[in-house]
């Protein structure tokens, strides 16, 4: 039956009245209502883009601030061992920072991430403005140094508390400015 010509029903544009893949009809009139997320971007989402943006900003910042160590500790003038000694210090440094602060910030979104699933901020009642911020901050630094000795883990988790503290604050600042 392939060589028989199509009839005038199988021609209509009635087909795309149908909804593909559960979305809405072509032809309807109402709006579609999309989700949206009061705490901001879904999970996943900010994980990735947080721990890529923190890799690639602390990537050019190390990669800068090997490079002019590794061309000041040069030991000799010639241009191809200035250059050697620029690439190899940007490349050492570059990718350590860059991975540090990527390991940092996925650290971060995720203890954001059961600090509001678990309702940690609602314990406190509001007694202790940004408490999720502050809360991930220590638990990101107590992770990341939890192989050092106890009191140098928690002192990189009271230097996180501390550091998110301050930036949410300066972030709230930010926002509620007045012109």
């Known amino acids: ?8 029903e199988s021609r209509s544009f009635e087909h ?22 009061y705490k901001g971007r879904p999970f996943h989402e900010a994980l ?8 690639t900003v602390g990537s050019i910042g190390g990669a800068a601030v090997g490079a002019a160590r590794g ?6 003038n010639k241009f191809r061992v200035r ?23 996925f650290y971060y979104t995720g203890f954001t991430r059961l600090a509001d699933l678990s ?5 406190v009642g509001g007694a202790v ?4 911020e502050i809360s991930s901050g220590f638990g990101t630094g107590v992770l990341y140094k939890c192989m050092s000795r106890p009191t140098t883990a928690a002192l990189a988790g009271v230097i996180g ?3 998110m503290g301050a930036v949410t604050h300066a972030e709230y600042m930010w926002n509620t400015r007045r012109y």
């Open 48 to 55: 990735f883009f947080n721990a890529g943006l923190t890799f």
């Open 83 to 105: 250059l050697n000694a620029l690439l190899n210090g940007a490349g050492k440094m570059g990718s350590r920072a860059g991975n540090s602060a990527g390991v940092l910030a």
């Open 161 to 163: 508390a501390s550091t």
């Open 16 to 37: 795309l009245d149908r909804p593909l893949l559960g979305g809405s009809s072509l032809f309807d009139d109402e709006p579609d209502y999309l989700d949206y997320d």
């Open 1 to 8: 039956n392939a060589g028989t010509p199509m009839d005038s």
């Open 71 to 76: 061309l000041a500790q040069a030991p000799n």
């Open 129 to 132: 403005p940004y408490f999720n």
């Open 119 to 123: 309702g940690a901020d609602d314990f």
